[in-house]
């Protein structure tokens, strides 16, 4: 199975910072990922597929590139609502898998 | 308004069964491949299963860890899919979402339903 590590596992940041999360996946996986953001207690909402495309009604703050191996979600401006925890999605073959997800909080 | 509400977890031994529903609304249910995720309490997100739709047959997917334990079925006429777990271990214990994905492949869950709980213990 093709594996997904993310980095780093959590981070502090304060409102405005710009943030950054890397997606590994062990074998080329094209541009079949996705970022969902997970509040506790409540379901993931998905914020970018296809690697970089923004899913609708989310904010232009959050943008998803990369390709083959290497993606990154990238907040511009962190903003309250934001701390949560992020996870990728690769879904290239199955079984789909899930990063370990990182945690955001506040500094 | 895109709508999924899961239902049917509980609590139910080791070695148990267990049939988790998921209803849905506000778009042409038919047409989209319906994934499940779970998430143990604390840990992160797990891919459970996928079945495809009419077009692709109603052919199904799953995660190593409930293959031949778990089942998916579906029906179109009442919007609704469904989560068969049988032989039920403790490690099943956790949140069970349902997602709906395009048949592109390009779009995978994309909309999430409130998650229902499954407890497996003694």
């Known amino acids: 199975d093709i594996q997904m590590t993310q980095a780093p596992s959590s981070l502090s940041a304060s409102v405005g910072d710009r943030v950054t999360i890397t997606c590994r996946a062990s074998?080329?996986?094209?541009?079949?990922l996705g970022w969902y953001q997970q509040k506790p207690g409540k379901a993931p909402k998905r914020l970018i597929y296809?690697?970089?495309s923004l899913q609708s009604g989310v904010p232009s703050r959050f943008s998803g590139s990369g390709s083959g191996t290497e993606f990154t979600l990238t907040i511009s401006s962190l903003q309250p609502e934001d701390f949560a925890t992020y996870y990728c999605l690769r879904h290239n073959t199955y079984p789909f898998t899930f990063g370990p997800g990182t945690k955001v909080d506040i500094k | 308004e895109v709508q999924l509400v899961e239902s049917g977890g509980g609590l139910v031994q080791p070695g148990g069964s267990l049939r988790l529903s998921c209803a849905a609304s506000?778009?042409?249910?038919?047409?989209?491949?319906l994934d499940w995720v779970r998430q143990a309490p604390g840990k992160g997100l797990e891919w459970v299963g996928r079945i495809r739709n009419k077009a692709n047959s109603y052919t199904t997917e799953y995660a190593a860890s409930v293959k031949g334990r778990f089942t998916l079925s579906r029906d179109d006429s009442k919007n609704s899919v469904y989560l068969q777990m049988n032989s039920l271990k403790t490690e099943d214990t956790a949140v069970y979402y349902c997602t709906r994905s395009t048949s592109s492949g390009i779009s995978v869950a994309d909309y999430w339903g409130q998650g229902t709980l499954v407890t497996v213990s003694s």
């Open positions: 506000g778009f042409t249910f038919s047409d989209y491949y």
């Open positions: 074998q080329g996986i094209r541009n079949d």
């Open positions: 296809a690697a970089s």
